[in-house]
């Protein structure tokens, strides 16, 4: 069954902490993405990957880290540095950056 | 990206015909109009997408006007799991990255 995992569904931390959600997709796409939702608002670009080892900033990178050392998973680290870190996070992925994307469950992060 | 327009919200008989609009007026010969829906608290799923002519999949019926200036999403037989926000982006094909997604039109289907 082909897809995007996110995990986990719900997680809850301490102001302070740093936090790694995961993403993974064994569709075998090139590309992936992280965006940031907060209530009724649109998705934000926080970093994408086009390739392998390669990431770039999006619209809102700054206290969010990421890695791409395989095709299949790409996991974004909230440090303590991101002001505002309660939100939804999902995490999208295409088989190359001018396809249509493709997004996981999300994970709903809240920090206290 | 060309902005769009959509209308806040909608409702919808369950079994008939959901037609949501999309104004991007500003529209360039070399943006595609993609349409998204979010049930709530789960991630967008893909719908259809577009240039200049009409396109159906299994979920909907893309309508793209001749100018391009304005587009209709169209689930032919709306059910209750039909119920979420309904997203028309447009986006220029070559540019990759990210899809802007604004607030969209929530659309209830009702018994």
């Known amino acids: 069954d082909g897809g995007i995992t996110q995990s986990p569904k719900y997680l809850f931390r301490k102001e302070g902490q740093n936090v790694t959600l995961s993403c993974e997709q064994n569709?075998?796409?090139?590309?992936m993405y992280w965006y940031r939702q907060d209530p009724g608002q649109g998705l934000r670009l926080i970093y994408y990957?086009?390739?392998?080892?390669?990431?770039q900033k999006g619209d809102i990178a700054e206290g969010y880290s990421v890695s791409r050392e395989k095709k299949e998973s790409f996991p974004l680290t909230v440090t303590s540095a991101q002001k505002n870190p309660t939100a939804f996070y999902l995490c999208a992925s295409s088989i190359g950056p001018f396809y249509e994307q493709y997004f996981g469950p999300g994970t709903r992060l809240t920090v206290t | 990206d060309a902005k769009t327009t959509q209308p806040p919200s909608m409702d919808c008989a369950e079994g008939r015909a959901a037609n949501l609009p999309c104004n991007h007026s500003?529209?360039?010969?070399?943006?595609?109009v993609y349409w998204y829906r979010q049930i709530h608290s789960q991630g967008p799923q893909y719908i259809i997408h577009?240039?200049?002519n009409n396109e159906t999949n299994e979920m909907a019926s893309l309508i793209i006007t001749e100018d391009r200036k304005s587009s209709t999403l169209i689930l032919p037989h709306a059910t209750l799991r039909d119920t979420a926000v309904y997203y028309c982006?447009?986006?220029?094909?070559?540019?990759?990255?990210?899809?802007?997604f604004g607030t969209g039109t929530s659309l209830t289907v009702i018994p």
């Open positions: 577009g240039l200049k």
């Open positions: 990957s086009q390739i392998v080892n390669d990431f």
């Open positions: 982006i447009v986006r220029v094909s070559n540019t990759g990255n990210q899809f802007y």
């Open positions: 569709l075998n796409h090139d590309a």
């Open positions: 500003t529209i360039s010969g070399n943006e595609y």
